[in-house]
């Protein structure tokens, strides 16, 4: 692409564009801005090549709207993808400085809580990579999610400022912005025989668009990831202005700009909150807008829409995308509810990513009416003729179902109910999930739309995950078998030729080793304390939840601990457990629990008794970039959710590639892991789904049984109460209280007995350290069908009816 001189001169060049210094003067911030626009460069004119090929084709087009992208950072990968890695790196070197000081100033967007914002990102990097045209559609938060930090061994929220300097990789483009529109009333104008609808007296907003490339793997394609800022078309009120008021004049501005300033901090958790609501809205109808407008310009007949468009629905966050495409249509175009309503079902698709009852958005009808009048009449009418229909179609159905059914029922709107029935395509995120949507919680649905639900497993980005977060193992796998993974990665299987190879059982185990020395080292660095690379890495990483059981993973330390300092000659491995997540900051038991995890590491770090077996650590702020040093040196992989409750988990698909073994439930894509591997290469424990859901049917789960029958367990469980955690306010009574009180409501106990002999034979495995690297051979080579390009491959062919290219091998 560029010779090694033409790189130098250039890169001078746009020292000078940014910083108006020359090499020596700059800090590393502006090192970092020069190299960013330099890589925009090169990036640009691919772009521009991409939209004109994409704008003159027919191909289908798909827009994913989604409230989250974690993108992770953009400099190391747009490096990769362009194939200038080696000789940036060349370069940087030759000047004394390291190229990973400039990937560390940039900073991290936080535009995503966790799995489902990583998916959206995944998604796009895959279709770019696949050379198939896909855009995202979301939202530009100011402040993002909150940075974390530890106080006390207490969760600290700090606002995510990441904006404050300036991001090198996206562009503002002003001139295309879009007005959304809140409140008002909806006047009816008759003209002719037929009314048309008139919204009146509403406040504007303006949805300006920031556009990032979304480079393809070395494939000369870029897409575009749109995200939106909110403006208030006002600049003051100038009234409140020369009466003196300077805070009151800016009050409008300041509402305005609040749409787009933070991520609710939320995971698999739903708050009715306003501003919520605006902030789905804005991104809906800035989208939708912005895709017909597109359309038109480029000369699509919107009758015929959904040959050239597909729009995906990432979870019920977007679903009004549905009722604001009909309104488009409708009142801006002009086409009749009929021909309106077939190509908005025949162009949209949903995936549901929980089971949660908790996470089900529901909206208040007032709220909803008041905010949003003409979507509200929309979504109304929607509902009124699904209704008409199913009473008056070939099935019986009862009325409890119709209830069920509604999309609006006791004053609340039900955003999964409006998905399904305004989409030709509602997914499940794994195969269990499907199931479970269709055999269970969505039963009713199923039965009158069978044809509209699929499952579709979710994939993560193995160019990211391997290729890029672990060069050593990457490299070996070039060495075994050759380079046809990188865009084939199902090849990975060919691995299995060398499971019985030791000297390649060796440098899998060396590679390994030489991770884990690296995570030491930061955790050395950041936390001040020394883990022995030697032990066994067992890392629990992923939003803290009650579902996900990180209480059950500490209480287990907490009792091994206690079964050492009995007996300090106990024969086990060494053991560093390590921790990292965010917990929601109104979930007051989730962050309880990193409390209690950070005061066992107090206790247990600072034993000198229990000579260096045990070592327990908390990572603060979890993100993509700290996944990528954790997951490559990780021998345990904890994906401990309570059966049924992950939907699919892609963190488990990660550590898998990255050949840690893991220490699962039969839950989500766990399920389908151990199809992979085989039940030699998985420890599983725990209540199965049968178990779990008998349980809920018949009611008869009994943790206070279990605890007062189970020596083992409450001798453990009493140690949150009885000083042995060294304090005195009884700080762990609602946890315990969650356990003994409130019905353990995620099987803790219930699931304890089968953990620790899970943990156990993690142990003994581990003693046969060519087995152990044999089984992670095994894990690495059944990975590549979870990289997101075929999940992308299987959206594209069953759901978008996109044309994805052919496979060469
Ligand atoms: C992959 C990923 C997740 C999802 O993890 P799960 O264990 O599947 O919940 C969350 N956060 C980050 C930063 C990730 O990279």
């Known amino acids: 692409m560029t010779t090694k001189e033409a790189f130098a001169q250039e890169y001078e060049k746009s020292l000078y564009a940014i910083a108006g210094k020359g090499f020596e003067e700059s800090d590393i911030k502006e090192k970092y801005y020069a190299l960013g626009n330099l890589i925009k460069s090169y990036s640009g004119e691919l772009w521009h090549k991409t939209r004109k090929k994409q704008n003159a084709s027919s191909e289908k087009s798909v827009y994913y709207f989604s409230m989250e992208f974690l993108t992770g950072k953009f400099m190391k990968k747009n490096l990769e993808y362009l194939g200038l890695f080696d000789l940036a790196e060349e370069f940087f070197e030759s000047k004394g400085v390291c190229l990973g000081d400039l990937f560390d100033a940039e900073e991290e967007p936080g535009l995503g809580n966790g799995g489902l914002g990583r998916l959206a990102a995944a998604f796009l990097d895959s279709l770019s990579s696949l050379g198939m045209p896909g855009h995202g559609y979301g939202i530009r938060y100011e402040k993002g999610l909150f940075r974390q930090g530890i106080k006390n061994g207490y969760q600290e929220e700090i606002p995510d400022n990441w904006l404050v300097d300036r991001n090198i990789w996206e562009h503002k483009r002003y001139s295309e912005k879009l007005e959304v529109r809140f409140g008002g009333r909806i006047d009816y104008i008759l003209k002719g025989d037929k009314y048309t609808f008139k919204h009146a007296d509403y406040n504007v907003v303006y949805a300006i668009p920031y556009d990032t490339p979304v480079l393809g793997y070395k494939n000369q394609n870029v897409n575009n990831l749109r995200l939106w800022g909110a403006e208030s078309p006002e600049d003051l009120d100038l009234k409140e202005f020369s009466k003196g008021n300077l805070c009151g004049a800016f009050n409008k501005i300041d509402e305005t700009k609040s749409i787009s300033q933070v991520l609710y901090p939320d995971d698999s958790y739903y708050e009715g909150k306003k501003l919520r609501l605006k902030q789905e809205y804005f991104l809906v109808s800035a989208g939708i807008q912005d895709v017909v407008r597109n359309a038109v310009k480029n000369g699509i007949d919107l009758k015929s829409m959904d040959e050239y468009i597909a729009i995906h629905i990432n979870d019920t966050h977007p679903a009004m995308a549905i009722p604001e495409l009909m309104r488009v249509l409708m009142d801006e175009h002009g086409l009749e509810w009929e021909d309106a309503w077939e190509i908005t079902v025949k162009t949209c698709a949903f995936t549901n990513h929980t089971l949660l009852q908790e996470a089900m958005e529901k909206w208040d009808v007032n709220l909803f009416r008041e905010l949003l009048p003409r979507v509200w009449q929309i979504v109304e009418e929607i509902n009124n003729r699904f209704l008409n229909k199913i009473r008056n179609g070939e099935k019986a159905v009862s009325l409890t179902d119709i209830e069920k059914l509604s999309i609006i029922s006791h004053n609340t709107i039900h955003m999964v109910n409006l998905a399904i029935v305004g989409s030709h395509s509602i997914n499940g995120v794994a195969k269990l999930h499907s199931d479970l949507l269709k055999d269970r919680e969505l039963n009713h649905f199923y039965r009158i739309f069978p044809e509209k639900f699929n499952n579709k497993t979710n994939g993560i ?349």
Do not use: C
């Not at 950070?598 to 993509?624: C, G, H, P, S, W």
């Not at 046969?768 to 594209?796: C, H, P």
């Open 461 to 809: 980005i193995h160019r990211h995950w391997l290729l890029s977060a672990n060069k050593g193992l990457a490299d070996l796998i070039r060495d075994l078998i050759g380079t046809g993974f990188e865009r084939n990665p199902i090849e990975l299987k060919k691995l299995l030729e060398f499971t019985e190879d030791s000297q390649v059982l060796n440098k899998v185990e060396s590679i390994k080793h030489n991770n884990k020395i690296r995570l030491a080292k930061y955790i050395f660095d950041t936390k001040g304390i020394k883990v022995n690379p030697y032990s066994i890495f067992d890392i629990h990483a992923k939003r803290i939840h009650e579902y996900k059981r990180q209480f059950l993973n500490i209480l287990h330390v907490i009792y091994l601990y206690d079964l050492l300092k009995n007996n300090p000659n106990l024969d086990i491995l060494p053991r560093t457990f390590i921790f990292a997540g965010k917990a929601a900051p109104g979930y007051y038991l989730a962050k309880e629990i990193i409390k209690l995890i950070n005061r066992v590491a107090d206790i247990v770090n600072n034993d000198l008794t229990i000579k260096d077996k045990l070592k327990v650590v908390f990572l603060e702020n979890y993100n993509v970039s700290l996944a990528s040093l954790m997951i490559p040196a990780a021998n345990v992989s904890e994906q401990i959710s309570t059966t049924t409750k992950e939907a699919s988990g892609t963190s488990n698909m990660k550590y898998m590639m990255n050949g840690a073994i893991t220490l699962a439930t039969l839950d989500g894509a766990n399920i389908e892991i151990r199809d992979e591997v085989g039940d030699d290469n998985i420890v599983i424990f725990g209540l199965n789904d049968y178990e779990v859901n008998a349980y809920y049917r018949d009611r008869n789960y009994d943790p206070v049984k279990i605890y007062t029958e189970n020596k083992r367990i409450k001798n453990t469980v009493d140690k949150l109460l009885n000083g042995y955690l060294g304090d005195a306010f009884g700080e762990f009574q609602p946890l315990y209280d969650s356990l003994i009180k409130h019905g353990d409501q995620f099987f803790v106990l219930g699931d304890f007995d089968s953990y620790a002999t899970a943990q156990k034979r993690i142990n003994t495995l581990y003693k046969d350290s060519q087995n152990w690297s044999k089984m992670s051979l095994v894990n690495t080579a059944g990975s590549g069908v979870f990289s997101s390009d075929y999940t992308i491959e299987r959206y594209a062919k069953e759901i978008w009816g996109v044309g994805a290219p052919e496979r060469k091998d």
